[in-house]
């Protein structure tokens, strides 16, 4: 592909993802039906999805910027419904959709539709994160579905080589099958773990935030292809290494964090606007070659196999979600109680993307024996619908049905009220350290600079409580909001200053960058994003 081609789609994507957010509608939803409607516009270029290029190259950072922002210890805790939902459900769906494919579809030999099957399972991990991350779920579903979609490709990517395998005539039997899971999901785990410890200390032992950036770019494509060089899943040595980074992230330098944290978000936000629009920019591809089948019988298909696709996820989520409570009292004492609303937006939530889609385009085009793939156009058919229809079905209707069922959102004041007493708890640590380390004979101030400290940790303890008082009855803004405020406006103006010397040749560009630099550091230290 020529250049100038991606970049348009990279820039046509960004545009489109930036103006969703002024709109209800999710970004993904729009991206896809953008990308619908170009696919069939004169002029726009051919974007073929190269699995061989989504799989290594745009998963892997996916995975890693999902992972390293969720939380260790909450998956932790909720190990037993993640497993569930990315190992169980995964092989169930594969199995249930594919029968039911099977009968559905005349002369669709068993094992294509078992393909089918394992490469609509997994809901996906773009798709997911990307569409709860507006819904304002909460935590414990949010933390569930995140990590069902971290894991579940590794299952899936699995279970379709197994599948596959049967299809082309190369053999495979149960034995086999468990044994190639037990080495990818053993094998990516081992690997990560092998990797995780090795890269963390590099990143903390690296004096430049520039070489500790560039490392943090390199992780995701090091970890997956050295575990698929062994045979282990890439997936899962992506998320084990991005969860132990994530989970001390705080031993890497500040300056580390603070620019990896604004190009990950970049690179995050390029790649799912792009993976989007590519998704509904890949229907001619996958209309060719079904003059084999009426339209009536490819909608009748398309349907049927996706409405196996939400039903499977529903009859898997709500026995997974009780029987286990009902019949072990530790987990009943271990995990909180819940109702049936829980598994309802867990089984709507079974958004496909873009995953699917790769693996249904890996399908080889013929078998060992030498003859064609029995019904592959009709298989990447039916993957295109399932993941168009998922996405604009139940990502449209997820937020109604949330409201509908009135379920209890984040308390963003106990959130605050929270934060405000781990502040507290650690200015005071931070106020005894100083001054033991101002009565030490080489640590004298001046007063003035003394009494500075003393002021920044007395303002941080104070700013968090200040957002719980009353608001001003001018404006509307908290304390510590009208504090910020006016912060950054003596900022800018400190700021418009710097440059105006420089346009007078009083100061040179060099020094200009500096000064700005350092007002710049000073108000991403006083600045908190005020959105839970």
Do not use: C
């Amino acid at each position: 592909m020529d250049a100038l081609p991606l970049v348009a789609l990279i820039a046509a994507s960004a545009v489109i993802a930036g103006a969703a957010r002024r709109t209800p509608v999710p970004a993904p939803l729009l991206l896809v039906t953008a990308g619908l409607i170009a696919a069939y516009v004169p002029g726009v270029p051919d974007y073929t999805l190269d699995p061989h290029i989504v799989l290594p190259l745009v998963l892997p950072p996916l995975l890693h910027t999902a992972a390293v922002d969720a939380s260790y210890l909450d998956l932790r805790a909720n190990l037993r419904p993640v497993a569930m939902l990315s190992v169980g459900y995964v092989l169930f769906a594969t199995v249930a959709v594919g029968y039911l494919a099977y009968l559905l579809v005349p002369d669709l030999p068993l094992t294509a539709a078992l393909v089918l099957g394992a490469v609509v399972a997994p809901p996906d991990a773009v798709a997911a994160t990307a569409i709860a991350r507006r819904l304002g779920l909460p935590t414990r579903i949010t933390t569930i579905l995140q990590g069902e979609s971290l894991v579940n490709d590794a299952t899936a990517i699995t279970a379709y080589k197994v599948a596959l395998a049967a299809a082309v005539g190369e053999g495979a039997s149960w034995a086999g099958g468990i044994e190639e899971f037990a080495l990818a999901s053993i094998g990516g785990i081992a690997v990560g773990l092998v990797l995780m410890v090795p890269i963390h200390w590099l990143r903390t032992h690296l004096n430049e935030a520039l070489l500790q950036n560039t490392l943090s770019l390199l992780i995701p494509f090091v970890a997956y292809a050295a575990a698929e060089q062994v045979g282990a899943s890439g997936v899962l040595a992506v998320v084990v290494v991005a969860l132990y980074l994530g989970h001390r992230s705080w031993q890497v330098d500040f300056a580390t964090r603070l620019q990896e944290e604004a190009v990950w978000k970049m690179v995050a936000f390029i790649l799912e606007s792009t993976v989007f629009a590519l998704i509904g920019l890949q229907l001619p591809y996958v209309l060719k070659d079904l003059g084999g089948y009426s339209v009536g019988q490819v909608v009748w298909y398309a349907v049927g196999v996706f409405i196996a696709v939400v039903v499977v996820r529903f009859v898997w989520v709500f026995p997974a979600t009780f029987l286990p409570r009902g019949l072990s009292k530790r987990i009943r004492t271990r995990e909180p109680d819940t109702n049936w609303t829980a598994p309802v937006i867990v089984g709507w939530a079974g958004m496909r993307g873009v995953v699917s889609l790769a693996i249904a385009f890996s399908i080889p085009l013929t078998m060992a024996d030498g003859e064609a793939f029995p019904a592959r156009n009709l298989v990447l058919f039916l993957t295109f619908t399932t993941v168009i229809g998922t996405l604009v079905v139940q990502g449209l209707t997820l937020p109604a049905l949330i409201r509908a069922l009135k379920l209890p959102g984040r308390d963003l004041y106990q959130e605050t009220l929270a934060e405000a007493q781990a502040q507290s708890e650690a200015s005071q640590a931070a106020e005894r350290r100083l001054e033991e380390l101002l009565a030490q004979d080489h640590n004298t101030l001046p007063q003035p600079l003394a009494d500075r400290l003393r002021t920044v940790l007395e303002r941080r303890k104070n700013s968090v409580w200040e957002r719980l008082g009353a608001a001003n009855e001018v404006t509307g803004e908290s304390a510590d909001h009208m504090y910020r405020r006016l912060s950054k406006e003596t900022l800018d103006a400190e700021r418009e200053v710097f440059v105006q010397l420089r346009d007078q040749r009083r100061i040179d560009d060099e020094m200009m960058r500096t000064l700005l630099r350092r007002l710049d550091l000073e108000e991403a230290a006083g600045y908190r994003d005020e959105s839970p």
